[in-house]
């Protein structure tokens, strides 16, 4: 529980965001997955994206990550602080898909092809179902993460198969720094077993550790705790906070488990039926009577007479391992 | 015994030749899922282009054989690869997320383009090379009831194997210890969860077709020397018996491939040189027959396991 009145009322989001979603609009066919959706990511934030069963969440993650092409509106990735909008209406009239700012750019995500989104903009994601390449060992899957860096390292394999000096270092750091997120994620001891044999919490953190691999400025997780017991829950809360304190990579989640997005976001956004009904800090959104009655399924003007009758002001989330927006709707 | 072991010596190098077009089946297989039916036709292509090349070295005056054969293996090997990249750019990649069939229809259209452009090209007669290498050891020598009968190892099969040898080593290396190799391993099991990791899937699938093109422009270079006569049509036949060699071996199985290519050469010959040569390729079919209705799989691959 917070404790402490948070006093100050500017938010990270609000003037230092990584990611900004603007009027993004996705159809399919006649449906309308996702309406008119903005919101921001704050810069080191860890971010949730809650919301009902079907609400378009994913479909959001999708469109981040280049699985989709929204139908309208504009993402954008910043690499540099502040929310430069000039340079990013500068871009959007430019037609290209980033800028050239060294390291400070700014990316239009909904213009770039799903491999340039990990390589370039740098974000990553996961699934909600395991997506690990079984047959290889679990240190593969993250020298696969890392495949630009040693492309480029190997001069487009000629320098790999010449096994030279400058392959080799470049090969040398992929595995310490796999070895590094092995340690992180505490599968060190199974480098080598196949990914398809790890028991299913250990995979989970495997995507994690694949995903941070690719050296990421947002990681998209999407329900990394669905299916967890409450213990591997717990480690993975002190991961996800490591991963964002230590490496300064900001996160943006879907999570239903509502001990989890209250416990560990700073930030928190709620969809319901493809449109944004509340966004603000875990407190303010908890306390959102639109939230309660788009979870509880009533009015809102009811919201108080079922709280009473319930007793119950908190918000419960339940897991549904059966959605799945991706599959579903594509 | 020396008949037997004579056999099998012919048996490995035709092995060979099928192992080396098998695995460009099998790799193209196991990326993206397709019969590539107009990999036999590359495979003529390249035997074509090694002719050309060898040709024209020999018109410029180079004397020294082994510096034609190995710059003919180069020459063959960049240009068949270029044909295997267009292919797949105009041909394949427009239809990739199609219908299942889409594909397999076009690979079949692209074989006859090849085998059509080949033969308007380039005649319709068989085009001779004599032998550029000849010799051999003799490994040993049998008395029988026929009179004396020797086991020869020519110059030509050597080389023949010794260059496979040494093109499986490097690819399997390839594949399994470099990063393109682990990239390929990684879009066949999961292509969008490899592009999300940020790995280019375009360029891998190209790349893939462009090493089985490699591999099968060195399998042509060596029938051409080995048999001495192409025409537009051999791709058709030694295409058929590769995709053989592939199935048998487990299609997506690089080992497979390459050990399917040598059962299917070893049953040819045997049956040829024991039974009757009207009826090898009766034999290696039903070979094959037999061994997929106990082992459906092939030899060496994975069984599809339904995930749960």
């Given at each position: 529980?917070?404790t402490?009145?948070?006093?100050?009322?500017?938010?990270?989001?609000?003037?230092?965001?990584?990611?900004?979603?603007?009027?993004?609009t996705?159809?399919?066919?006649?449906?309308?997955?996702v309406?008119?959706?903005?919101?921001n990511?704050?810069?080191g934030d860890?971010?949730?994206?809650?919301g009902?069963?079907?609400?378009?969440?994913?479909?959001?993650?999708?469109?981040?990550?280049?699985?989709?092409?929204?139908?309208?509106?504009?993402?954008?990735?910043?690499?540099?602080?502040?929310?430069?909008?000039?340079?990013?209406?500068?871009l959007?009239?430019?037609?290209r898909?980033?800028?050239?700012?060294?390291?400070?750019?700014?990316?239009?995500?909904?213009?770039?092809p799903?491999?340039?989104?990990?390589?370039?903009a740098k974000?990553?994601r996961?699934f909600?179902?395991?997506?690990l390449?079984?047959?290889?060992?679990?240190?593969?899957?993250?020298l696969?993460?890392?495949?630009n860096p040693?492309?480029?390292?190997?001069?487009?394999t000629?320098?790999?198969?010449?096994?030279?000096?400058?392959?080799?270092?470049?090969?040398?750091?992929?595995?310490?720094?796999?070895?590094y997120?092995?340690?992180?994620?505490?599968?060190?001891h199974?480098?080598?077993d196949p990914?398809?044999?790890?028991?299913?919490?250990d995979?989970?953190?495997?995507?994690?550790?694949?995903?941070?691999?690719?050296?990421?400025?947002?990681?998209c997780?999407?329900?990394?705790?669905?299916?967890?017991?409450p213990?591997?829950s717990?480690e993975?809360?002190?991961?996800?906070?490591y991963?964002?304190?230590?490496?300064?990579?900001s996160?943006?989640?879907?999570?239903?488990?509502?001990?989890?997005?209250m416990e560990?976001s700073?930030?928190?956004?709620?969809?319901d039926y493809?449109?944004?009904?509340s966004d603000?800090?875990?407190?303010?959104?908890?306390?959102?009577p639109?939230?309660?009655?788009?979870?509880l399924g009533?009015?809102?003007?009811?919201v108080?007479?079922v709280e009473e009758?319930l007793?119950?002001?908190v918000?419960?989330?339940?897991t549904?391992?059966?959605?799945?927006?991706?599959g579903g709707?594509? | 015994m020396e008949?037997?072991l004579?056999?099998?010596i012919?048996?490995l190098t035709?092995g060979?030749?099928?192992?080396?077009i098998?695995?460009?089946?099998?790799?193209?297989?196991?990326?993206?899922g397709?019969?590539?039916?107009a990999?036999?036709?590359?495979?003529?292509?390249?035997s074509?282009?090694?002719l050309?090349?060898?040709?024209?070295l020999?018109?410029?005056?180079?004397?020294?054989?082994?510096?034609?054969?190995?710059?003919?293996l180069?020459?063959?090997?960049?240009?068949?690869?270029?044909?295997?990249?267009?292919?797949?750019r105009l041909?394949?990649r427009?239809l990739?997320?199609?219908?299942r069939?889409?594909?397999?229809?076009?690979?079949?259209?692209?074989?006859?383009?090849?085998?059509?452009f080949?033969?308007?090209?380039?005649?319709?007669?068989?085009?001779?090379?004599?032998?550029?290498?000849?010799?051999?050891?003799?490994?040993?020598?049998?008395?029988?009831?026929n009179?004396?009968?020797?086991?020869?190892?020519?110059y030509?099969?050597?080389?023949?194997?010794?260059?496979t040898?040494?093109?499986?080593?490097?690819?399997?290396?390839?594949?399994?210890?470099t990063?393109?190799g682990r990239?390929?391993r990684?879009?066949?099991?999961?292509q969008?969860m490899?592009?999300?990791?940020g790995?280019?899937?375009?360029?891998?699938?190209?790349?893939?077709?462009?090493?089985?093109a490699?591999l099968?422009?060195?399998?042509?270079f060596?029938?051409?020397?080995?048999?001495?006569?192409?025409?537009?049509y051999?791709?058709?036949?030694?295409?058929?018996k590769?995709?053989?060699?592939?199935?048998?071996?487990?299609?997506?199985?690089l080992p497979?491939?390459?050990?399917?290519?040598?059962?299917?050469?070893?049953?040819?010959v045997?049956?040829?040189g024991?039974?009757?040569?009207?009826y090898?390729?009766?034999?290696a079919?039903?070979?094959?027959?037999?061994?997929l209705?106990?082992?459906?799989?092939?030899?060496?691959?994975?069984p599809?396991?339904?995930?749960v």
């Amino acid at each position: 529980m917070e404790t402490a009145m948070k006093t100050p009322p500017a938010h990270t989001w609000d003037d230092n965001a990584v990611l900004s979603v603007e009027h993004l609009t996705m159809r399919f066919g006649g449906l309308v997955a996702v309406n008119d959706l903005s919101f921001n990511v704050g810069r080191g934030d860890i971010t949730a994206l809650i919301g009902p069963n079907g609400a378009g969440k994913t479909t959001v993650f999708n469109c981040v990550t280049g699985f989709y092409k929204p139908t309208e509106g504009r993402i954008v990735m910043r690499h540099g602080t502040g929310l430069q909008s000039e340079k990013i209406e500068a871009l959007t009239r430019t037609g290209r898909q980033f800028n050239d700012d060294g390291d400070d750019r700014v990316f239009l995500l909904e213009r770039m092809p799903d491999f340039e989104i990990s390589k370039r903009a740098k974000v990553a994601r996961t699934f909600q179902n395991i997506r690990l390449f079984g047959g290889m060992t679990a240190l593969e899957n993250l020298l696969v993460a890392q495949h630009n860096p040693l492309m480029l390292a190997s001069s487009m394999t000629i320098g790999g198969i010449l096994n030279l000096p400058s392959y080799r270092k470049a090969r040398a750091e992929a595995i310490d720094f796999a070895a590094y997120w092995l340690e992180k994620t505490g599968l060190i001891h199974r480098a080598d077993d196949p990914a398809a044999d790890l028991p299913y919490g250990d995979q989970r953190r495997l995507e994690i550790a694949r995903a941070m691999c690719t050296r990421p400025q947002l990681l998209c997780l999407d329900e990394p705790a669905a299916g967890l017991n409450p213990r591997e829950s717990t480690e993975l809360n002190q991961l996800l906070q490591y991963i964002r304190k230590d490496h300064g990579t900001s996160i943006l989640l879907i999570e239903h488990d509502m001990g989890v997005v209250m416990e560990i976001s700073d930030h928190v956004v709620v969809l319901d039926y493809g449109e944004k009904i509340s966004d603000g800090d875990p407190d303010h959104v908890k306390n959102d009577p639109k939230v309660i009655s788009a979870y509880l399924g009533v009015d809102e003007d009811e919201v108080a007479e079922v709280e009473e009758a319930l007793d119950m002001p908190v918000i419960h989330g339940k897991t549904d391992p059966a959605e799945n927006g991706e599959g579903g709707r594509s | 015994m020396e008949y037997f072991l004579q056999q099998l010596i012919n048996g490995l190098t035709l092995g060979s030749i099928y192992g080396l077009i098998a695995i460009g089946y099998t790799m193209v297989y196991g990326i993206i899922g397709m019969i590539n039916f107009a990999h036999g036709d590359i495979f003529m292509v390249g035997s074509f282009i090694a002719l050309a090349t060898f040709l024209a070295l020999v018109a410029l005056g180079i004397s020294a054989l082994p510096l034609i054969l190995f710059i003919t293996l180069l020459v063959s090997m960049l240009f068949t690869s270029a044909w295997g990249w267009t292919v797949e750019r105009l041909a394949y990649r427009p239809l990739r997320g199609s219908f299942r069939l889409a594909p397999l229809i076009t690979a079949i259209g692209m074989s006859i383009v090849l085998q059509n452009f080949v033969q308007i090209t380039q005649g319709a007669r068989v085009k001779p090379l004599p032998p550029q290498i000849q010799g051999g050891v003799t490994l040993m020598e049998g008395v029988t009831e026929n009179g004396t009968i020797a086991v020869q190892l020519s110059y030509m099969q050597m080389i023949i194997i010794a260059t496979t040898l040494a093109l499986m080593i490097g690819f399997s290396l390839l594949i399994s210890k470099t990063s393109l190799g682990r990239s390929q391993r990684a879009c066949e099991q999961d292509q969008k969860m490899a592009a999300l990791l940020g790995v280019n899937v375009d360029r891998t699938i190209s790349l893939t077709f462009v090493m089985g093109a490699a591999l099968a422009a060195v399998a042509g270079f060596m029938f051409l020397l080995l048999y001495g006569v192409i025409d537009f049509y051999i791709g058709f036949l030694a295409g058929v018996k590769a995709f053989t060699a592939a199935v048998l071996g487990g299609i997506g199985s690089l080992p497979g491939a390459m050990l399917g290519g040598l059962l299917i050469g070893l049953i040819e010959v045997f049956w040829s040189g024991y039974f009757s040569v009207e009826y090898k390729d009766v034999a290696a079919f039903s070979i094959l027959v037999i061994v997929l209705i106990f082992m459906p799989s092939g030899l060496l691959g994975k069984p599809e396991v339904e995930k749960v």
